[in-house]
C-alpha cells in the first residue's frame, strides 16, 4: 500500500476528523448487528491513546437529505461508548451550533460522534460549502469507510480534494482492505482462484475482464452462471439468462481460453419449478445434471458434483478472493453451494479473501468469519477494487 496511515502523522492534540461506515442494520431504533462499528475500534483507540481529539462521521440509511431521527447515529454514539469503555460524546447535528461547541470543548483523548451526514443533501452533492464546513472540524483527515471509498462524497473524498484538508491518511481498516485485496491482485501466492457468483454477468463484468489477466482460475456460480451456459448452447429452462449479454458471456470464455485461464462452470444444479416466495419457503427441489436441465426448471444452487468440483480447486489455492454466492443462500434449501464454498475456504490453507455484500453475509451467517483471512467490509468498494477501478475515497489520501 503506498498510501500513508494514521501512523505517518503526529496526531497528538490535533483535531481528526475520522470518516467511518457505521450503517449498521437497525430495528426499532436498535442496532441488530455491530460489526461495522467493531471494525472501527483499532482506529478510534489508536486515535484516543495518542491524545487526538477524534472527531467522527459516518451516514446511515437513506434519509434523502433531511433530518430524519429515524436515522439518527445516537444508538451508534451508545454501542461505541460500550465497546469502548469511556463515553462518546454526540453531536445532535453535523456541522450545526452543537457540533461546533462540543467539538471546541473537546479535550485530547476525547470522542465526539457528529449525527448522520446524510441529514445534510451537500454530502452526496460533494458541495464545497459543505466540504469547507466539515473542515473546520479537522487538522487531520483519516478515511476508515472502505465500505464508501467507492463515493466521490463530501466526507469521503470532496473535503480533500477541494483542498480543505492537506494532510489525509487511512484508518487501520482501510490499510488492511488495500493490503489483503490489494496484495491479492498484484502479488497473489499462487495458485490464485476467484470464485464470482450472485445473480448477473453485467454486475461482474469488470471483474471477470480484470481477473482474467491475474487469475489462474475463475470458478462461476450464482444466477450469473447460467447465461454462460446459454452461451455455450446449453438448455438452461427458466434459469436467470441475460440474453443480452450472451455474446459478451461467448467472448469473456474465449479470453480466458486464449490466456490459459481455467474458468469453470457448474456440471449440475439444484432446480425447482419457481424462485421462492417468500425467500425463504420451503418449496420442491431436485438435483439434476446441467445437461438435464427441463425446460421449466429454474436453477437455484450449484448442484453436489460442482460443488465438489470447485471445492478441489480450493483445497489446492494459494490464494483465493470470493465474491458472489453461489446460490439462492437466503432458502435452505439452495444455501448447500455457498455453504460448502465456505466450508472448502475454512478447511484450507489458502490466503481466504471475501469480497463483502452477500458472500460475506453468507459466511458471517454460516459462522465461519473466523475460518477467512479476510472479510472486506465494503460491498460495492471491493467490487470496484477487484475491477481495477479508482475509489474516490483511496485515491484522494496522501501517498507515502
Not at 77 to 96: C, H, P, Q, W, Y
Not at 156 to 167: C, M
Not at 218 to 225: N, V
Request: glycine share 10%; with cysteine.
Amino acid at each position: 500500500m503506498n498510501k500513508k496511515t494514521i501512523e505517518s502523522v503526529n496526531v497528538s492534540g490535533k483535531k481528526c476528523l475520522v470518516r467511518c461506515d457505521f450503517n449498521v442494520p437497525m430495528s426499532g431504533g436498535e442496532i441488530t448487528d455491530d460489526t461495522r462499528i467493531r471494525a472501527a475500534l483499532p482506529t478510534v483507540k489508536y486515535l484516543m491513546e495518542h491524545g487526538a481529539k477524534v472527531i467522527l462521521c459516518s451516514h446511515l440509511g437513506r434519509p434523502k437529505g433531511e433530518f430524519n431521527m429515524k436515522y439518527s447515529l445516537k444508538a451508534v454514539s451508545v454501542r461505541l461508548s460500550e465497546l469502548l469503555g469511556k463515553t462518546v460524546i454526540f453531536a445532535n447535528d453535523v456541522i450545526g451550533e452543537d457540533a461546533k461547541a462540543k467539538v471546541a470543548a473537546l479535550k485530547n483523548g476525547e470522542v465526539l460522534l457528529l449525527e448522520n451526514l446524510r441529514f445534510h443533501k451537500e454530502e452526496e452533492a460533494n458541495d464545497k460549502e459543505f466540504c469547507r464546513s466539515l473542515s473546520e472540524f479537522c487538522d487531520i483527515y483519516v478515511n476508515d469507510a472502505f465500505g464508501t471509498a467507492h463515493r466521490a462524497h463530501a466526507s469521503t473524498a470532496g473535503i480533500v480534494t477541494y483542498g480543505f484538508a492537506p494532510v489525509a491518511v487511512a484508518g487501520f481498516l482501510i490499510a488492511k482492505e488495500l493490503e489483503c485485496l490489494g496484495g491479492a491482485l498484484e502479488d497473489p501466492k499462487r495458485p490464485f482462484v476467484a470464485i464470482l457468483g450472485g445473480a448477473k454477468v453485467s454486475d461482474k463484468i469488470g471483474v471477470i475482464n480484470n481477473l482474467i489477466d491475474k487469475a489462474d482460475t475463475i470458478l462461476i456460480g450464482g444466477g450469473m452462471a447460467y447465461t454462460f451456459l446459454s452461451a455455450q448452447g446449453k438448455s438452461i429452462g427458466k434459469s436467470l439468462c441475460e440474453t443480452d449479454k450472451i455474446s459478451l458471456a461467448k467472448e469473456l470464455l474465449e479470453k480466458a481460453k486464449e490466456r490459459k485461464v481455467k474458468l469453470l462452470l457448474p456440471v449440475d444444479a439444484k432446480v425447482a419449478k419457481a424462485f421462492p416466495d417468500p425467500i425463504d419457503s420451503d418449496i420442491p427441489f431436485k438435483q439434476v445434471d446441467i445437461d438435464a436441465i427441463g425446460c421449466d426448471d429454474m436453477a437455484l444452487d450449484i448442484g453436489d458434483k460442482t460443488a465438489e468440483l470447485y471445492g478441489k480447486e480450493l483445497r489446492s489455492a494459494g490464494t483465493v478472493v470470493w465474491n458472489g454466492p453461489m446460490g439462492v443462500f437466503e432458502n435452505k434449501n439452495f444455501a448447500t453451494g455457498t455453504y460448502r464454498i465456505a466450508s472448502a475456504l475454512a478447511e484450507g490453507k489458502c490466503i481466504s479473501i471475501v469480497g463483502g455484500g452477500d458472500s460475506a453475509a453468507a459466511v458471517q451467517q454460516m459462522g465461519l468469519g473466523d475460518k477467512m483471512t479476510h472479510i472486506s467490509t465494503g460491498g460495492g468498494a471491493s467490487l470496484e477494487y477487484l475491477e481495477g477501478k479508482v475509489l474516490p475515497g483511496i485515491a484522494c489520501l496522501n501517498d507515502l
